[in-house]
């Protein structure tokens, strides 16, 4: 029986093409070499330098194993939010947000984000087939430590650019934000999080829009019904 996938587990996007772009070059790359080494050992080839021709074979091994982790490791790079924190998770890195440090959480529209005339423009193209997506920005009382080395493992769209905070980037952000609120509610009522501080993620978000509607945005009475309804539920639930 197959392995059913984790519905606790999101898979973070900016991976699958971050790790992905790299899959058909390593596989061309592996193939060129591994070819060449073959045709030569087998004196099909005459190649002049036998230094290289002992270094085609382990570079094209190497090729090879870069092809297998681009084809996994993108699986590997998810968002779980477990009883007590959150984990991030790449294929060769985790961290983990303790519930403690989160402030509250907020759909954010990832061009809005990360301005892509403010970026280089390496950055600007990785980032264009996602401007237009929502993600979900986790404020923090704090940023986490050794953000240097953070930015080795995490892609720097990981981390908010203006505030203490992440920004988590899957295909269905209302699920993860459903499943995150509800694991975060109930580490809250465990401590006895006071309720006031539980509804700060309703009052920010429309807190943020009514700012983006002084600035000259256009009124979205559906956005306004959605929000008040979630605020109020968030408010006054027992």
Same mark, same amino acid.
């Given at each position: 029986?197959?392995?059913?996938? @984790? ?8 991976? +699958?093409? #971050? ?6 070059? *390593? ?7 591994? &070819? ?25 091994? #190497? ?19 477990? %009883? ?13 947000? @303790? ?22 423009? &390496? ?11 929502? &993600? ?8 986490? @430590? ?15 650019? %203006? ?32 309720? @006031? ?17 002084? +600035?000259? &945005? ?6 306004? *019904?959605?929000? *008040? ?10």
């Amino acid at each position: 029986m197959a392995k059913r996938r @984790r519905k606790d587990r999101f898979q973070l996007i900016l991976y +699958k093409r #971050l790790i992905g772009r790299q899959r058909i070059h *390593s596989l061309l790359l592996s193939v060129i070499l591994l &070819g060449l080494w073959y045709g030569v050992n087998i004196d099909a080839l005459n190649w002049p330098t036998e230094i290289i021709t002992d270094l085609m074979l382990p570079a094209g091994l #190497l090729c090879l194993v870069f092809f297998v982790f681009a084809l996994l490791g993108p699986r590997q790079a998810f968002a779980q939010p477990k %009883d007590d924190h959150l984990r991030l998770q790449t294929p060769i890195f985790r961290i983990k947000i @303790r519930y403690d440090q989160i402030q509250n959480t907020r759909p954010v529209k990832m061009g809005k984000v990360f301005i892509p005339t403010r970026l280089r423009a &390496g950055r600007r193209h990785f980032l264009s087939k996602y401007l237009g997506h929502t &993600g979900l920005s986790i404020d923090l009382i704090e940023r986490p @430590r050794f953000m240097s080395w953070l930015l080795v493992f995490f892609h720097p769209f990981t981390f908010s650019p %203006d505030k203490p905070g992440v920004i988590i980037l899957v295909e269905d952000w209302i699920a993860f934000s459903h499943l995150l609120s509800s694991k975060l509610d109930s580490w809250r009522t465990n401590h006895n999080i006071p309720e @006031r501080a539980m509804a700060s993620e309703a009052a920010s978000i429309l807190e943020q829009t009514r700012n983006e509607e002084k +600035k000259g &945005g256009s009124s979205n009475p559906l956005t306004h *019904s959605l929000l *008040s309804l979630y605020s109020h539920h968030r408010l006054y639930r027992s």
